[in-house]
């Protein structure tokens, strides 16, 4: 049997996630999508087999079939829809940030342990990418000794209009926040923020680019470049080093051609190409999970520590000033 899927939100990403629901997801099937915008919503369901079109998630929800859910609208819309959704008892697989704020994320745990059960899972799809599976089990087999540091690069070539400064943090640096946190297995504990006067390719008033340094509890200090205005391509890279070796992921060259005097590569342009093997294992291994009640990712702890973080990390970004991060004690549900 397939798993029926409502889709919430069909922008950038909804509308690449119905499509990999469709090509490369077997066992699974897009019965409804939602999006403020009817006619986008319109046009992503005539694509599918008997798909309904909403305009109001909770309506797509409740429509025939629907048996998980995936949400893609922007970050301050998921919190209402993964409630709707843990009021019907629906899996879900949330696009990052699973929210905003920690208070928000903080609401989401209380729903599912009211439940007594975990049903959400958060999309950082770099946990599903190959070269970050490889750094991680090289760091849990001390491959590298103790981690000292992560140094990160996060490239965007550009950003879309409705980005901010914030965003820099909440929407860009919190995959880093989860991949720190899931490469060490420990809680950030402590941010700060540096901004250098913006690139003259950034938007008028954007902050961009920024330097975010990660302190954590065991004691590793994560430095990230955050820079979504960088014109050449999307680049994310991360270098562990350790107290007896280092190991670094992201170079990405596949081919190098050599030529007129030169030698060189192509840089890939979008995260939608880069991850795209990533999106692909993630929904997979969630549309397997979902269909035996569990998660296979990030869960709402992850979401809301990841929340905690970017909180801690906007007060930085403000005040310029170090800002630690509090955490409410990990219930037992998440242990
Ligand atoms: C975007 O929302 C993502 O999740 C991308 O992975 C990230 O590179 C980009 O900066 C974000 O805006």
Redesign the pocket.
């Given at each position: 049997s397939t798993l029926g899927i409502a889709v919430i939100g069909t922008g950038k990403m909804g509308a690449d996630h119905v499509r990999r629901i469709g090509r490369t997801v077997g066992g699974a099937r897009v019965v409804a999508v939602a999006d403020p915008d009817g006619d986008r919503a319109g046009r992503v369901a005539a694509e599918l087999d008997g798909a309904g079109a909403y305009t109001d998630p909770a309506a797509a929800l409740a429509a025939p079939g629907v048996e998980a859910v995936l949400i893609a609208s922007p970050g301050p819309a998921h919190e209402e829809a993964v409630l709707h959704a843990l009021e019907r008892r629906l899996p879900v697989l949330c696009e990052?940030p699973l929210t905003p704020d920690a208070a928000g994320a903080l609401r989401i745990m209380e729903a599912e342990q009211r439940l007594g059960r975990r049903l959400v899972q958060v999309g950082f799809m770099r946990r599903h990418d190959a070269e970050y599976e490889e750094l991680k089990q090289l760091l849990d087999a001390g491959g590298i000794g103790r981690p000292l540091f992560l140094h990160c690069r996060?490239r965007?070539a550009s950003?879309p209009a409705f980005?901010t400064s914030d965003?820099l943090i909440s929407?860009?640096v919190v995959?880093e926040v989860d991949a720190a946190r899931w490469l060490l297995g420990q809680e950030v504990t402590a941010v700060s923020v540096l901004s250098p006067t913006p690139s003259s390719a950034a938007p008028e008033g954007l902050r961009d680019p920024r330097l975010v340094l990660l302190e954590t509890s065991g004691g590793t200090v994560v430095d990230v470049e955050i820079f979504?205005n960088c014109g050449f391509g999307?680049q994310?890279q991360c270098e562990a080093v350790g107290e007896s070796g280092s190991a670094r992921i992201g170079d990405g060259h596949a081919m190098v051609v050599q030529g007129a005097g030169r030698w060189g590569g192509e840089i890939a342009q979008d995260?939608t190409v880069r991850?795209a093997e990533a999106y692909d294992r993630q929904l997979r291994r969630w549309v397997a999970a979902a269909g035996h009640g569990r998660v296979a990712g990030a869960d709402a702890w992850d979401g809301y520590a990841a929340a905690a973080v970017s909180e801690a990390g906007l007060a930085a970004a403000r005040s310029g000033v170090r800002t630690p991060v509090e955490l409410v004690e990990r219930p037992p549900l998440y242990r």
């Open positions: 990052k996060h965007n950003s980005f965003m929407d860009s995959h979504v999307y994310v995260f991850f």
